[in-house]
């Protein structure tokens, strides 16, 4: 069965690119839907799903968009628009693949479209501000999109340009005859093995390969993110989507920057997936033992605290009693509404490889501190256990996927989702 490839970009600014995609497309034996987003003026040439048609998906009309100074209004109306178009599209089984071509605002536009597909169908961004700096990470946020600097801006076919939109169209092709082995059927993610998300941070690649592969030996596949504020935000959003069997999240201190206003701030819903999805979790203090301060929000007390700095561009600073006690708090408070089994395993002699005795943040009355809140704010049904080990100890890898095993052959159910007076609370805590 022939492919077909989405094309989306606004005909009104970039029709000679378009088109040439277009062609591309077709001469590789593909079949090109283009999705017209023009929001400046009426296109020379219409789209195979015209402009027309997307705002009215977006509950708007296209004489309310040509032209409207309102830009976010119209953006949301467009993005809106070709997000119910393009769905309707892949339930119908029309798109195999989608590729936009833009510059900064299109860019912006094109992925978010693109986000809202399932993990696994081809994305492929053609832009000319990729290159800008701190923009790439906003188009591409948690998402699986492949992205291409133009170097030149797009404003006309070149013979750069045509190469680059040769490539992209060839990448995109080829992209879309790897089928998702993970894509859904009948509502369900279809898996060949039962998968474990493994969240970690500031742990050894050696420790974190022994966990990994305990879990394989036992027949798990594991899937390894990191906890620097974008990898943990995609976990919780694949844990929403059905990827996963269990959760062994060993890092989760973006809470902690969260409160102090750090650069690894946890998502809101950090935490809570997977026991509102009711799939087991088992959980470490992982990168609570520090805080990662933004220079606005850095406060003088912290020049008294121990600290160290990996590199010119980092520096991880103590954490203090005071706000572990109230990390401990929200994590409670997060765990005690899960469905499903949960444990908490507290090693008592370091949280990561720079934790503990003879370590450059060494806090043995944190740790203490910490256990002993977490334990009393926890429902009865929340296992809190203290092990006599460094995170980084063979001993306590063997412990976690211990509990996991017996987690995973217990089936389980405690507490109830979470309100939205709670969910209020803990906003005040952790920011967007």
């Not at 970009?9 to 283009?34: C, H, M, N, W």
């Not at 900064?104 to 693109?114: K, N, V």
């Not at 005859?177 to 998968?195: C, F, R, T, W, Y």
Request: charged content about 25%.
């Amino acid at each position: 069965m022939t492919k077909t490839i989405v094309v989306i970009g606004t005909l009104d600014s970039k029709v000679e690119e378009i088109l040439f995609a277009r062609d591309q497309i077709e001469q590789r034996g593909y079949k090109p839907i283009v999705v017209d987003l023009s929001i400046g003026s009426k296109p020379a040439v219409q789209g195979d799903i015209t402009c027309e048609q997307v705002a009215k998906a977006g509950g708007g009309e296209i004489h309310d968009i040509w032209g409207n100074p309102d830009r976010p209004r119209i953006n949301k109306m467009v993005t809106d628009g070709a997000i119910s178009v393009v769905h309707t599209l892949y339930n119908a089984g029309k798109l195999d693949g989608i590729i936009g071509i833009g510059g900064a605002g299109g860019s912006l536009i094109e992925t978010d479209i693109m986000k809202s597909l399932p993990f696994g169908v081809p994305k492929f961004m053609v832009s000319s501000n990729a290159g800008a700096r701190g923009f790439a990470s906003r188009y591409f946020g948690t998402k699986d999109i492949t992205m291409m600097h133009t170097v030149a801006d797009i404003a006309g076919l070149n013979d750069m340009l045509e190469l680059l939109l040769c490539q992209a169209i060839a990448a995109i092709c080829a992209m879309s005859e790897v089928s998702a082995p993970l894509a859904p059927e009948n509502g369900k993610i279809v898996k060949k093995q039962k998968a474990i998300a493994l969240c970690e941070l500031m742990l050894s690649a050696e420790s974190v390969q022994h966990i990994k592969k305990l879990l394989e030996d036992q027949d798990y596949q594991v899937i390894v993110f990191m906890a620097t504020g974008v990898g943990d935000t995609a976990m919780e959003e694949l844990i929403d989507e059905g990827f996963f069997d269990a959760v062994i999240d060993l890092s989760p201190g973006g809470i902690l920057d969260s409160i102090i206003g750090g650069t690894r701030k946890a998502c809101s819903q950090r935490l809570e997936t997977a026991g509102r999805k009711g799939i087991p979790q088992i959980i470490a203090p992982g990168g609570l033992d520090f805080i990662t301060p933004s220079r606005s929000r850095y406060k003088p007390e912290y020049d008294a605290r121990k600290r160290f700095e990996p590199d010119k561009l980092r520096l991880q600073i103590r954490s203090s009693k005071d706000e572990l006690i109230q990390c401990a708090r929200i994590i409670a408070k997060k765990l005690n509404r899960s469905k499903s089994p949960v444990k908490f395993l507290i090693p008592l002699k370091g949280w990561s490889r720079i934790d503990g005795p003879g370590r450059p943040l060494d806090d043995p009355e944190a740790i203490i501190a910490f256990s002993r809140e977490l334990r009393e704010n926890c429902k009865p049904e929340i296992d809190v256990v203290e092990i006599d080990a460094w995170i980084e100890d063979h001993e306590f890898g063997v412990a976690l996927v211990e509990a996991l095993n017996e987690m995973m052959s217990n089936e389980m159910s405690l507490g109830e989702p979470i309100s939205e007076s709670d969910e209020k609370w803990l906003a005040g805590f952790l920011i967007d």
